[in-house]
T-cell receptor, first 113, second 116 residues
Framework: DSGVTQTPKHLITATGQRVTLRCSPRSGDLSVYWYQQSLDQGLQFLIQYYNGEERAKGNILERFSAQQFPDLHSELNLSSLELGDSALYFC????????????FGSGTRLTVV | AQSVTQPDIHITVSEGASLELRCNYSYGATPYLFWYVQSPGQGLQLLLKYFSGDTLVQGIKGFEAEFKRSQSSFNLRKPSVHWSDAAEYFCAVGAPYGGSQGNLIFGKGTKLSVKP
């Protein structure tokens, strides 16, 4: 157990739907990062939050949004889902904001049918 | 543009043989450098990292990596591979000290198979 908890582990949903992925960071970590892993694109950085504030944004689609709550857990919202959104979504956390060694969760596998 | 290249998509080695996984990066300055390992159905685990100082870095599970600035490389090595090392390995770079963002750029990964 890495200490980073992601729920759910698996999610199957239909095109056009909306889902929410949840991440609880390791105790004491203030930064949360979201990554998408797919066979064709590899690991792509989506977004980073640090202590509740957005710190960096990567290749995140406008249909996707995220937030970090006061208790530091984070949610990634994916809407108007398309088949191409099927992927593994990872959350990672770190103490600071410099990415000097993440701890990854075990991921949420999203399948859009 | 910043990028990480892992030229080998798939490598097969015999158990007990030595291993070297290659990683080259393109970055404006010397970045933070990382190697992660991912077993099937699992998240990524940090093997080792380089920020500055000694260019030979020791990690967990008997792995080491050497940073070569002149070659923009950070190759991962292990002197004797065990069957449990079969997994996918990812090299990554991040903004050096002074950057304000923590996102990492990952290579496409190298899948390691181990022959008995």
């Amino acid at each position: 157990d890495s200490g980073v908890t992601q729920t759910p582990k698996h999610l199957i949903t239909a095109t056009g739907q909306r889902v929410t992925l949840r991440c609880s960071p390791r105790s004491g970590d203030l930064s949360v990062y979201w990554y998408q892993q797919s066979l064709d694109q590899g690991l792509q950085f989506l977004i980073q939050y640090y202590n509740g504030e957005e710190r960096a944004k990567g290749n995140i689609l406008e249909r996707f949004s995220a937030q970090q709550f006061p208790d530091l857990h984070s949610e990634l919202n994916l809407s108007s889902l398309e088949l191409g959104d099927s992927a593994l979504y990872f959350c990672a956390s770190s103490v600071g904001d410099r990415g000097d060694g993440y701890t990854f969760g075990s991921g949420t596998r999203l399948t859009v049918v | 543009a910043q990028s990480v290249t892992q030229p080998d998509i798939h490598i097969t080695v015999s158990e007990g043989a030595s291993l070297e996984l290659r990683c080259n990066y393109s970055y404006g300055a010397t970045p933070y450098l990382f190697w992660y390992v991912q077993s099937p159905g699992q998240g990524l685990q940090l093997l080792l990292k380089y920020f500055s100082g000694d260019t030979l870095v020791q990690g967990i599970k008997g792995f080491e990596a050497e940073f070569k600035r002149s070659q923009s490389s950070f190759n991962l090595r292990k002197p004797s591979v065990h069957w449990s090392d079969a997994a996918e390995y990812f090299c990554a770079v991040g903004a050096p000290y002074g950057g304000s963002q923590g996102n990492l750029i990952f290579g496409k990964g190298t899948k390691l198979s181990v022959k008995p």
